[in-house]
């Protein structure tokens, strides 16, 4: 257990489905981030909130719309999504922005 | 970009022997870390180099930094079975963190 907690760990869906994924830290960090892992690729950055202002949005199709309601969730939520978006889904935070990260066990996505 | 780009992609080695992986990247950086991941699961903190250091001990890890070649590499010294999974450098910026594609290290039994 890292301390950052999503659930589920793993997810099934169609393409016409809406889920969302949920991130919970109780570390007191004041930074969330979303980021995606697919299969040979490095880990891209999603989103990123700082004491729950989004302040960065790395170009995401809005079919992926974060929410961040207090400094100790994240979620994502996710509808119409393609079969490209399967991948590894994972969640992290940090004290601030630039500290080292502590991340979720993340999870499996799978687009059917 | 800042990315760091992780040399080799593969190592295998065998259990005891020491694995040495490098990071190099492009732009001026607050920070490099490194991290851990096993097989489909979460990235864990290993150490972190500040940009004003050259050298930093944790256990069995010893990270150097060198700014001037905008490199760093991690040694793992008398490796074990445990060690086996993807490592990644990741540089941090004045805002965020981007990670390298990382290396997948094998240890032979």
């Known amino acids: 257990e890292t301390g950052v907690t999503q659930t589920p760990r793993h997810l099934v869906m169609g393409m016409t489905n809406k889920k969302s994924l949920k991130c919970e830290q109780h570390?007191?960090?004041?930074?969330m981030y979303w980021y995606k892992q697919s299969a040979k690729k490095p880990l891209e950055l999603m989103f990123v909130y700082n004491f729950k202002e989004q302040t960065e949005n790395n170009s995401v199709p809005s079919r992926f719309s974060p929410e961040c309601p207090n400094s100790s969730h994240l979620f994502l939520h996710l509808h119409t999504l393609q079969p490209e978006d399967s991948a590894l889904y994972l969640c992290?935070?940090?004290?601030?922005?630039?500290?080292?990260?502590?991340f979720g066990s993340g999870t499996r996505l799978t687009v059917v | 970009s800042q990315q760091g780009e992780e040399d080799p992609q593969a190592l295998s080695i065998q259990e005891g022997e020491n694995a040495t992986m490098n990071c190099s990247y492009k732009?001026?950086?607050?920070?490099l870390q490194w991290y851990r991941q096993n097989s489909g699961r979460g990235l864990v903190h290993l150490i972190l180099i500040r940009s004003n250091e050259r050298e930093k001990h944790s256990g069995r890890l010893r990270v150097t930094l060198d700014t001037s070649k905008k490199s760093s590499s991690l040694l793992i010294t008398a490796s074990r079975a445990a060690d086996t999974a993807s490592y990644f450098c990741a540089t941090a910026g004045a805002s965020k963190i981007i990670f390298g594609s990382g290396t997948r290290l094998s240890i032979r039994p």
């Open positions: 570390l007191g960090h004041n930074a």
């Open positions: 732009t001026s950086i607050n920070n």
């Open positions: 992290a935070s940090s004290p601030g922005q630039g500290d080292g990260y502590t």
